[in-house]
C-alpha cells in the first residue's frame, strides 16, 4: 500500500515550493448531467405520435391516459415490444404486491428496445421472469410503521419527527414500495390497510400532533401529496402551522420524477402549496417539498422547467433515492444521477438501502454494494448536495447512517445497527438479498435450521467491543 505523508509531518530540509495542481478546462461536452432530453421524445410511441407538446404537458391529461393494466399498456406499445416480453409482463402483474400505474411520462423515456435492463421499466412494470423468492425474514410492514401509530396513518418513532399518511393513492405505483401494506389498490397478493384521505382522520392526527410539545417536524405523506387536491394541501398546512410546536414541515411526493407536468399546469395545486410555503416563511417555520428521483433520466427538460418554477417561486427541494439494482446501483448512475439534481436545484440527502418488500427481491442490492456506490461519489460535488446512505432497520429502529453498523457479515448478508436514540438497548438487524452472497451464505439460508443460528451468531458479534467504537 502506498502512505502518502503531508508534507507538514516531514522533517529534515525544507520541502520544495509545493506546485499548484491546475487541471485543464473539460470540454462542456463532457458534462453529461447539463445534458437534458428535450423536443417531443413522447411521439416514438405509437399512441403518443399524434400528441401535441401542449397536450403532452396537461397534468390531466397524463393522469387520465396512466397505465392501470397489461392490456392498456399493451395498446400503447403495441408493436416495440415483442410477445414473450408483453407475456412476462401480464405475469408479472398478476403477482405484483403494488396495483399498477405508469404515466405517459415515464413510458416514453423506457427504451423499449432493451425493456429488460431499461431502469425505468425495472422500477415500475413487473416481470414474473425475473422474480426471487422473498426473503425469509422479510415482513409486510418490514420498518413495523402500523406499530408506532398512536392514531391511524400517523407514525411517531422519532423524539421530535412524525410521519403523517394523509392519503393511500400516488401518481404512479413503485413495484419497491415500502408502504405496499397500505398504498394503492388491493392485489392478488396483498389486502390493504386503508388510509384514505378522510378529514375526521386528519382532525383526529392534528389533535395528537398539538398533545405532544415535543414534535416539532411532520412528514405529510402517504400515498403522494400530488393527490391532494388544493383545497387539501391548504387545510393540513394551515393546520400544522396553526400549532405552536410545530416548526417545519415537508410535503413528500415522487410527483416531480413521474409527472413534472402538474407543477407546470395545475396552477390551483402549486398556488396552494406556495401560499402554505410563504405563510411558514412568515411564521418563521420552513415547508418545503420532498421528492424522490432515482434514475438521471427520469429528469429532462421538462423536469427542470417544472424545478425552475418552484425555484422562483421560493420552494426548498429535497430529494432521497432508493438504491435499485439494475437502475442506480454503479457509481457511474449515482454519480450523474446526484450532479444532474443539482443542476436542476433539488438537493439530494438521502440514499436509502432497499426495504425488504414483498415481490420486489431482485430490486435489492447488498450492503456492501451500497457501501461502494458511496465511497465513490463522495466528493463528486459540493456536500450539501451530497447525500448519506441510510438503512431504515427493519423492526422499527428508523434511519442509521448504513456504515455504522455494529457487526456486518458479508458471507450471511447480515448487518446489526443500534439505535440508542430511537429504541435505546435494541438491536436491529438488516438482510442483504440471498442471491447476491457468496456460495456459503447462500447454503446456509437454504437451511431453515440455520437461520436463527446466523441470527443469534451476529447479534452476539455486534457485542464484541472493537476498536473505535
Ligand atoms: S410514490 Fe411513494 S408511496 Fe407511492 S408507490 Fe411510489 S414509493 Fe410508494
Not at 307 to 327: C, S
Amino acid at each position: 500500500m502506498n502512505v502518502v505523508v503531508p508534507q507538514r509531518l516531514t522533517t529534515g530540509a525544507a520541502s520544495p515550493t509545493p506546485q499548484v495542481a491546475s487541471r485543464p478546462p473539460v470540454d462542456p461536452v463532457t458534462l453529461v448531467h447539463t445534458q437534458l432530453l428535450d423536443g417531443p421524445f413522447w411521439h416514438k410511441v405509437p399512441a403518443y405520435a399524434q400528441i401535441s407538446e401542449a397536450e403532452f404537458l396537461d397534468h390531466k391529461w397524463q393522469a387520465r391516459s396512466s397505465i392501470t393494466n397489461p392490456a392498456k399498456l399493451l395498446a400503447t406499445v403495441a408493436g416495440l415490444v415483442p410477445d414473450e416480453f408483453f407475456r412476462d409482463v401480464e405475469e408479472g402483474f398478476k403477482h405484483a404486491p403494488m396495483s399498477i400505474r405508469v404515466s405517459p411520462y415515464l413510458l416514453s423515456l423506457i427504451d423499449w428496445n432493451r425493456p429488460y435492463e431499461d431502469p425505468l421499466r425495472i422500477q415500475f412494470i413487473p416481470v414474473a421472469s425475473r422474480r426471487l423468492p422473498d426473503h425469509p425474514k422479510l415482513d409486510l410492514d418490514s420498518l413495523h410503521e402500523r406499530l408506532d401509530m398512536p392514531v391511524p396513518g400517523l407514525t411517531h418513532r422519532y423524539p421530535d419527527k412524525a410521519l403523517f399518511l394523509a392519503l393511500d393513492t400516488c401518481p404512479v405505483y413503485c413495484r419497491f414500495c415500502t408502504r405496499s401494506y397500505a398504498v394503492g389498490l388491493d392485489t392478488e397478493e396483498v389486502a390493504k390497510f386503508q388510509l384514505r384521505a378522510n378529514a375526521a382522520r386528519w382532525q383526529e392526527t392534528f389533535a395528537y400532533i398539538a398533545s405532544r410539545p415535543e414534535l416539532e417536524d411532520i412528514v405529510v405523506s402517504g400515498g403522494d401529496a400530488f393527490q391532494l387536491r388544493a383545497d387539501q394541501i391548504t387545510q393540513i398546512g394551515e393546520s400544522l402551522l396553526a400549532l405552536p410546536n410545530i416548526r417545519r414541515f415537508r410535503y413528500a411526493t415522487k410527483g416531480p420524477a413521474v409527472m413534472p407536468q402538474k407543477i407546470l399546469t395545475d396552477d390551483a395545486w402549486l398556488d396552494a402549496l406556495c401560499r402554505i410555503v410563504d405563510k411558514g416563511r412568515a411564521l418563521h417555520k420552513e415547508v418545503a417539498l420532498h421528492t424522490h428521483f432515482n434514475h438521471p433520466n427520469e429528469i429532462t427538460a421538462i423536469t427542470k422547467a417544472a424545478m425552475d418554477r418552484l425555484f422562483e417561486r421560493g420552494l426548498t427541494v429535497r430529494n432521497q433515492t432508493v438504491l435499485v439494482r439494475g437502475v442506480n446501483d454503479t457509481p457511474e448512475v449515482m454519480g450523474l444521477l446526484l450532479k444532474r439534481l443539482g443542476y436542476v436545484n433539488v438537493h439530494p440527502y438521502y440514499i436509502y438501502m432497499h426495504d425488504l418488500v414483498r415481490g420486489v427481491e431482485d430490486l435489492r442490492t447488498t450492503l456492501e454494494a451500497g457501501l461502494r456506490v458511496e465511497r465513490h461519489v463522495r466528493g463528486l460535488t459540493a456536500g450539501f448536495n451530497t447525500p448519506h446512505l441510510v438503512v431504515d432497520a427493519p423492526g422499527g429502529g428508523g434511519k442509521r447512517d448504513a456504515h455504522s453498523y455494529e457487526y456486518y457479515d458479508r458471507e450471511t448478508g447480515l448487518s446489526v445497527y443500534t439505535a440508542p436514540a430511537v429504541r435505546p438497548g435494541q438491536s436491529f438487524v438488516y438482510f442483504d438479498p440471498i442471491d447476491q452472497l457468496p456460495e456459503r451464505g447462500r447454503a446456509r439460508w437454504a437451511d431453515p435450521g440455520e437461520h436463527q443460528k446466523m441470527i443469534d451468531e451476529a447479534l452476539a458479534e455486534a457485542k464484541v467491543p472493537r476498536r473505535g467504537r
